[in-house]
């Protein structure tokens, strides 16, 4: 399976699953073409998953340093559960060809609200096992997702560090198909496991309030969003993506 393959795999293996836990087949599709690329959003809405989003960008530029012809093409899934108890899926791979180099980047993890800590011990024994497989450096690859999604004035990120940063050298491509496709399912089976559990009005506020983070994260702290809009990226698309269903103030 190479690059291409993985990114079409890896939609089929979202979209797959959101449609299968909100027990639909009604997928929205918008396309948002702009002068440096284009993006595409696929969204399906439910009872157990309120809103799960799968895109993908592709933008097409010069390298700010080389002046090479540079490619971004990166995908991204995300899913706001309506039981709080089940955590909140953050899913994004980078792909950069310039010139005659490739690199990755992106990770897998989620936001936990109000998870049960066994369900969170669960994902992060599953990755561990794939990256040990793989032979590469967990710990380090750990690390480097801790304090991801976070606010300078925040307490704690709002990310469980339970998944991993992804690994950004082309030798280490095994790796990231595996944890990226894998952990697509991993997270399917907490969704399974947690989306009848019971919940308080507390879990619920706690919910809600998360959903305001991660917009204000993106919004104030996560640097390509802004660079996004500046290339034409329409807030309409980033919003339908990346977003909650509602946000309550």
Request: with cysteine; aromatic share 12%; glycine share 6%.
């Amino acid at each position: 399976m190479d690059v291409q393959e993985y990114k079409i795999a890896a939609q089929e293996t979202a979209l797959e699953g959101f449609k299968r836990l909100n027990n639909t087949n009604q997928v929205e599709y918008k396309k948002y073409d702009f002068p440096a690329g284009s993006w595409e959003v696929s969204v399906v809405r439910g009872k157990v998953l309120e809103k799960a989003t799968f895109s993908r960008v592709k933008i097409f530029t010069k390298h700010p340093y080389t002046g090479e012809d540079t490619q971004f093409d990166t995908i991204q899934a995300k899913a706001y559960p309506a039981n709080p108890k089940v955590p909140i899926l953050l899913f994004v791979q980078e792909h950069m060809i310039s010139g005659d180099k490739t690199f990755f980047s992106g990770m897998v993890d989620v936001a936990p609200v109000a998870a049960r800590e066994e369900h969170l011990r669960f994902l992060d024994a599953e990755i561990k096992k794939i990256v040990e497989k793989h032979g590469a450096d967990f710990q380090a690859l750990r690390k480097k997702e801790e304090n991801i999604y976070k606010l300078e004035q925040w307490a704690k990120p709002v990310n469980g560090a339970v998944g991993i940063h992804m690994p950004t050298e082309k030798e280490l491509f095994g790796l990231i198909r595996d944890a990226g496709l894998n952990w697509l399912k991993l997270y399917f089976t907490v969704v399974e496991r947690s989306k009848d559990e019971p919940y308080t009005s507390e879990d619920i506020a706690l919910r809600n309030s998360i959903w305001i983070k991660i917009m204000q994260y993106y919004y104030l702290g996560d640097i390509s969003i802004n660079a996004a809009v500046k290339i034409g990226i329409p807030l309409e698309g980033i919003d339908l993506c990346l977003l909650a269903p509602t946000l309550q103030f």
